[in-house]
């Protein structure tokens, strides 16, 4: 027994004649109501890999510009709020905008390249 298009669902009564919610129209009884059709499982740990593996560069990229004295993005955005983005970038070195502009986003794109080359 299904719900016909145009009803409203009811979850608690409805389920418990044995009706079957929207999002299960067309699927056997018993098959999952949301399934991943077509997305290997794998494939989405490597890419949840690879977040991770973006977070923990950019704990350590920062700590390490930390210890150096070079601006980070918290410390650049947080000057851009409190005194908008001519003043704060004008504030900024050559050396903290490229490490901010050019090496901090090319280290993460070097890490992931490296990491999706090897498998």
Do not use: Q
């Amino acid at each position: 027994m299904s719900v016909a298009r145009g009803t409203v669902f009811a979850p608690t009564a409805d389920l418990a004649r044995g009706a079957r919610g929207p999002l299960e129209e067309g699927r056997p009884p018993g098959a999952k109501t949301m399934p991943m059709e077509g997305v290997d499982s794998m494939v989405v740990l490597r890419y949840l890999g690879y977040g991770w593996l973006i977070l923990a560069t950019a704990v350590v990229a920062n700590l390490l510009a930390r210890s150096l004295g070079i601006s980070t993005w918290y410390d650049y955005l947080a000057a851009v709020a409190e005194t908008g983005p001519g003043p704060a970038t004008a504030a900024l070195t050559p050396g903290e905008l490229a490490f901010l502009f050019v090496l901090y986003p090319g280290i993460f794109g070097c890490i992931v390249y490296i990491a999706a080359s090897r498998g």
